[in-house]
């Protein structure tokens, strides 16, 4: 369900008309952290912060996640979760699915 193609709501964190997180982007970020955690192993409970800053550099937990995207917002381009780190793209070759859906070597 999260991987639906409509994300305008990832780039409008601050609502214009009272400077704050706006409604929408606060529900989507908790449907985000709710799908991705839902889908990352129990023992590791961490995955790859896809806010400004991280980048999907770093692995943390969903609520230092929650934190960074509320208050730096997610990084440009970035429409579908991938554990492996790389955002959905128009090309998806060289790009790794999680375990259950893996057709590659």
């Not at 999907?56 to 934190?67: D, E, F, G, V």
Request: aromatic share 14%.
């Amino acid at each position: 369900m999260w991987n639906n193609p409509s994300r305008e709501w990832m780039y409008n964190r601050i609502d214009p008309y009272t400077s704050y997180v706006s409604g929408e982007y606060l529900a989507g970020v908790e449907q985000f952290i709710d799908f991705t955690s839902s889908h990352v192993e129990v023992r590791k409970s961490r995955f790859y912060c896809p806010c400004v800053v991280c980048q999907n550099s770093k692995r943390m937990k969903a609520a230092t996640i929650l934190s960074h995207l509320l208050s730096k917002g997610f990084m440009a381009n970035y429409y579908v979760w991938c554990w492996c780190r790389i955002p959905h793209q128009k090309s998806e070759t060289n790009q790794r699915l999680p375990h259950s859906q893996d057709k590659g070597p």
